[in-house]
């Protein structure tokens, strides 16, 4: 199932869904309370987002404009603003409503049915059990599925649920039919956000995860890893773990497809760019939270980046390598070339697609706000070939 472009209704309709959340989940007086003390703050933005887009947009030369806006649609342009702001000024107990279950399923059935579609022709199911929770999509239930991808999500460790995502997911699924497969597969990870549970937690969780997906895969090197900043961070630990545990290690995945991850949690090279929409203050403050108090910043399995032993990389290299998929200015971007520099130098099978211009996790954020159906599906079908062309 592939719906098309987010349409200003949808922003409507998504705020619609999103308020009584907020009074359910976070309450009127804290949301209120909140409101009031970021309103001295806010209320600016309102007037200083549109001065700012106007300005950078169409009255300062180009050569001067940020690379992303110099490619960015007006509709895109806008809503990146927004983001950026939201992102740097907004508390994760809040942001963390905006993307949870009880608002973006029922966004997604107003979608589909403005695209007219009343059942999707992908069912999912729910996995809940002690320890773990997902969502399974497959394309027939019956059978075997031939290619398994499974996927975590970002959002910071803190915000984010797999339903948030879903979309994105029946999309990727989709392709892979396309793409020749008979009976692809996914598993998306619901693990614990922060601050309900800190770092152990939610690589046990990826690992429950893992186990999970084994249990149905016949052979592991049909399991695709995959998952975008946080999550992909939450795969790379996953991949780090277990080359110290040989029971696994026999049973790798075939590939890990990984989209902006956030390589190192806490580091001087995550820093602001024009483009992008994360802030490396906000970056760091998600990250400490992360990790907790319990554990140094640096170590390996809770920020990737750290590991140097390039042994160990090849250890937890995936049967048919690595594939990478990132923006050109992304505050991530740095940390993401030093670990392909190491992945190659250790020998192992790594690609990566540097989109120019590009911000983060833009493969995601392009299914909604792409212009064109070209656009919107440019990253999802570079993942899928990545897949199809290494395990066929
Ligand atoms: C990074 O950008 C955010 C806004 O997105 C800003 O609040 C913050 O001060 C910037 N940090 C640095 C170190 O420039």
Known sequence: ????????????????????????HVGLIRTATWLLGALPSLLPQVFLIPYQFVRERYLIPPEHRSPFVQRATPFQDIVIRFVRYAFAFMPAWLGRVFFSKHVSLPFL????????IVTAPLRWSEIDRPGLKGLWIVHN?????????????????????SYFYMEFLLAWVTLLKHAGYRN?????LEYTLVPDAVYPTQLQETLAGYEYVLSIARDSTRICVSGDSAGATLMLSFLLYITDHPELRHQRPGLAVMISPWVKIISPNN????????????????????????VPLD?????????KNIRKWRDASPDKGWYFLFG???VLGPEIRNLIEMLGKAGT?????????????????????????????????????AIRDRIS
């Open 1 to 24: 199932m592939i719906l098309g472009q987010i349409s200003y209704l949808d922003c409507l309709v998504f705020l619609v869904f999103l308020a009584p959340q907020l009074l359910i």
């Open 109 to 116: 059935r107003f979608r589909m049915l403005r695209h007219g």
């Open 141 to 161: 239930k019956l059978e075997q599925p031939d290619i398994i991808v499974y996927y975590c999500h970002g959002g910071g460790f803190s915000m984010g649920s």
């Open 184 to 188: 692809p597969a996914l598993f998306a």
């Open 271 to 294: 820093r602001n760019t024009s483009s992008d929409f994360l802030s490396s203050d906000a970056l760091e403050l998600y990250g400490k939270q992360y990790i907790g108090s319990k």
């Open 299 to 307: 170590d390996p399995l809770v920020s990737p980046g750290y590991c």
């Open 328 to 330: 050109s200015e992304e």
């Open 349 to 385: 099978d790594v690609d990566s697609y540097e989109e120019k211009g590009g911000i983060h996790a833009w493969p995601v954020a392009a299914l909604y706000l792409g212009e064109t159906k070209e656009e919107r599906l440019h990253g999802l079908k570079e993942m899928t070939k």
